[in-house]
């Protein structure tokens, strides 16, 4: 069946920073792929997506290349700031499947000043 | 644009009750899914309903259930409460116009329920 993987947290980092989150995914067939953000408190938002292979998603300075030959989707940037600090969530969703979404884990990323 | 709004946002059961959790999605989208989010299992996927109907449905025993209604507000239902029900429960909708995976959901705060 479909799953995420991604790495388990925490992850500290001081401000100015470079974070990388790895994340993998099984899955038949072609799916779309995203990053989701929750911040304390909340419910989650969209970061980022991406919907066929070697799309780039990007938003607030996060970037994620949907990598097929690796079926990786790891999100990356290059200089945090303490208000990056939540919880991430990579996760992908069958084109089949209306919006069902597979959800990995969550890596929780704490920045520090 | 108002988002989506979940009702109540805190709620305390016991053992053997049920629950009624609401969503209102934001307007003019007519997709809303809900999602069970626990220290444990993680974020799972419960159902998606689209103009009234169940479009999808995840692993989860018949005591949950939901509905949609004619303004695309939704509610979940949970009866015969287990402890293991205490969970963050998550409603998102989006537009949904077909059975597309790059459809983008938009996330209530969610209703967070504990079962003593």
């Known amino acids: 069946g479909n799953s995420v993987t991604q790495m388990e947290g925490p992850v500290t980092l001081s401000e100015e920073a470079f974070l990388t989150i790895n994340c993998t995914y099984t899955a038949t067939g072609y799916p779309s792929l995203f990053w989701y953000v929750q911040y304390p408190g909340e419910g989650l938002q969209l970061l980022l997506k991406a919907t066929k292979a070697d799309d780039k998603g990007s938003n607030k300075g996060f970037e994620a290349t949907y990598r097929k030959e690796t079926t990786s989707f790891h999100l990356e940037k290059g200089s945090v700031q303490v208000s990056d600090s939540a919880v991430y969530f990579c996760a992908l969703s069958a084109h089949q499947a209306g919006t069902a979404l597979i959800f990995g884990k969550g890596t929780t990323l704490s920045v520090s000043s | ?116």
């Open chain 2, 1 to 116: 644009k108002a988002g989506v709004t979940q009702t109540p946002r805190y709620l305390i059961k016991t053992r053997g009750q049920q629950v009624t959790l609401s969503c209102s999605p934001i307007s003019g989208h007519r997709s809303v899914s809900w999602y069970q989010q626990t220290p444990g299992q993680g974020l799972q996927f419960l159902f998606e309903y689209f103009s009234e109907t169940q479009r999808n449905k995840g692993n989860f025993p018949g005591r949950f259930s939901g509905r949609q209604f004619s303004n695309s507000r939704s509610e979940m239902n949970v009866s015969t409460l287990e402890l293991g029900d205490s969970a963050l429960y998550l409603c998102a909708s989006s537009a949904g116009q077909a059975s597309s995976g790059a459809n983008v959901l938009t996330f209530g705060a969610g209703s967070r329920l504990t079962v003593l």
